[in-house]
């Protein structure tokens, strides 16, 4: 959820009162409302549900630009393309760690903002088993992934004041969201033919989804009744995160030196279950307010598709690229039956992500280099977008001993976004760093 843009909130604080003004007046005067809705909040016209971008998924796919339908050797294929885990002749026991780092700046009504997160977690846990076989393959496998990461802390906590018709006005104010989802997977893979491989992947998403957020303000100015009884507004969420979803995949090589990739997911319906808490604190009695309700919120992620292409003009080179389409518009969200405003309709639209990479193995060594470029285009159109999503990528793989592998990948790209109405505009630049290590017998 984002019920601001980032920093929003910490420019009004510069500027002046009137976006704080209008946000304590839909809290005072929808709390209930509010409340329902659970995990999108009450201001719907910008909110953007933090659903539409995954986490990125396998070492050796991100430093190749995140191509995988195609590309994909190893136990990271149950997420990307269950079908090229048929290309496992091995069984292998894997995983890894990821970083992320997330650097915000802007400007909002003539003030400038910044803030940066960085966190670590556990990307991935994988077994496959690749069964003997006298001709073929049969590969089954089971793993968890880190799907959905979200941290962000796109108020933060700072301290500012202002002027509101010659009184000065201090306050402390502070937004953060907590938690990540991640997806337990079941897959299988087989060669259909001597060209044809077929797999899919069930996955269950679960994880956990938090929100706090903090308003106090101290009148050193006497302003006049009506402007000061509120001193101190708050909320907490908290809230679990439960799915399904399937992914189909096929894998065909069309000669010995060109394959073929596609895949099809599901559509994911996720359920937060969980709790609300908001509580106000006034100048005068009563001097405090609170109410708890519990809600239930569905968001249905849609059908996503993709397509992939691989190379192989060598042994030492491998050359790919990926497409994968999904239709944003048809996100759906169970807005409560009382709240009719048609602002509550989700401004989101089609984004399809293209990526390119490329893997050069070493001569007489036991490493391979990689690099790639995606693009991987905003969904939510609450912001006007004045540069999409766009990401380098680079990477490096070595081989231990013939069955110990470790593979890194570098990620860093930007984004820009405004709004002339309120006379925002900020940029997002982010980075990630995974690190996978792997057995294979």
């Known amino acids: 959820m984002r019920p601001f843009p980032k920093g929003v909130v910490r420019a009004s604080a510069c500027g002046g009162l009137t976006l704080t003004a209008a946000v304590l007046l839909a809290v005072l005067t929808a709390s209930v409302a509010a409340a329902d809705t659970g995990f999108i909040g009450p201001i719907a016209p910008i909110d953007e549900i933090p659903l539409t971008s995954q986490a990125f998924v396998g070492a050796r796919a991100l430093g190749m630009g995140g191509i995988a339908f195609a590309v994909a050797d190893d136990a990271s294929a149950m997420i990307t393309n269950p079908a090229a885990l048929a290309r496992l002749r091995r069984s292998e026991l894997s995983g890894g760690v990821s970083r992320r780092t997330d650097d915000l700046s802007g400007e909002a009504f003539g003030s400038p903002f910044d803030s940066s997160l ?48 010659g009184h000065p006005v201090d306050q402390v104010e502070g937004y953060i969201q907590e938690g990540a989802v991640y997806a337990w997977n079941f897959s299988g893979a087989f060669d259909a033919s001597e060209n044809v491989s077929l797999g899919a992947t069930v996955s269950y998403y679960t994880g956990d989804y938090r929100q706090s957020y903090q308003w106090r303000v101290t009148d050193e100015g006497d302003l006049p009744d009506g402007y000061d009884y509120l001193t101190e507004y708050e909320f907490r969420t908290s809230s679990s995160v439960s799915g399904w979803r399937g992914t189909f995949g096929v894998l065909f090589y069309a000669t010995e030196k060109i394959a073929l990739g596609f895949v099809m997911d599901t559509p994911l319906s996720l359920t937060f279950n969980g709790v609300r808490k908001d509580r106000w604190t006034f100048a005068s009695p009563p001097p405090v ?141 982010e980075t990630v760093f995974i690190l996978e290590g792997a057995y294979r017998f």
Do not use: C
């Open 118 to 165: 960085a966190r670590t977690r556990l990307s991935s846990m994988r077994f496959a088993y690749a069964f003997p076989t006298f001709r073929g393959s049969l590969v089954l496998g089971l793993s968890t992934d880190l799907a959905y990461d979200f941290d962000d802390d796109f108020v933060a906590a700072y301290e500012d004041n202002f002027n509101f018709d």
């Open 289 to 429: 307010a609170e109410d708890t309700v519990y809600f239930t919120d569905k968001v249905t992620i849609p059908f996503g598709f993709g397509g992939g292409i691989a190379f192989f003009p060598s042994d030492l080179i491998v050359i790919g690229g990926d497409v994968y389409h999904v239709d944003w518009s048809q996100l759906r969200y169970s807005i409560p039956e009382d709240i009719t405003d048609p602002t509550q309709r989700l401004p989101y639209e089609p984004t399809t992500d293209l990526r390119v990479g490329i893997e050069v193995t070493v001569p007489n060594w036991p490493l391979r280099l990689r690099g790639g470029y995606m693009t991987r285009p905003i969904a939510y159109q609450g912001l006007e977008i004045s540069q999409d999503r766009s990401f380098f990528t680079f990477g490096a793989g070595l081989l231990i001993d013939t069955v110990f592998s470790l593979d890194a990948a570098f990620m860093v790209g930007a984004s820009e976004r405004f709004a002339a109405y309120y006379d925002y505009e900020e940029k997002t630049e």
